[in-house]
């Protein structure tokens, strides 16, 4: 498989998660305030709110746990 059908099929899958994530937390209660919000430092999956609370997601998604936990590839 080439490294362009590696990255589709990567992006493919994080929108995928994406959804179910935020699919989960609109019926949570909370609304969206944005999506793939990009700035100079990275970019945030998910910018949520519910009552007074402004929430930043970021979302882990994979195919398995073959190589490690989602929790465990989240750094500073």
Not at 52 to 76: A, C, G, M, Q, Y
């Amino acid at each position: 498989m080439n490294d362009q059908r590696k990255k589709t099929q990567r992006i493919e899958l994080g929108r995928w998660g994406e959804g179910i994530a935020l699919d989960y937390l609109l019926a949570q209660g909370f609304s969206l305030l944005k999506k793939n919000y990009r700035t100079p430092d990275g970019e945030i999956d998910l910018i949520m709110k519910k009552d007074e609370d402004l929430v930043f997601v970021e979302v882990k998604t994979r195919k398995n746990t073959d190589f490690s936990l989602p929790e465990e590839s989240i750094s500073e």
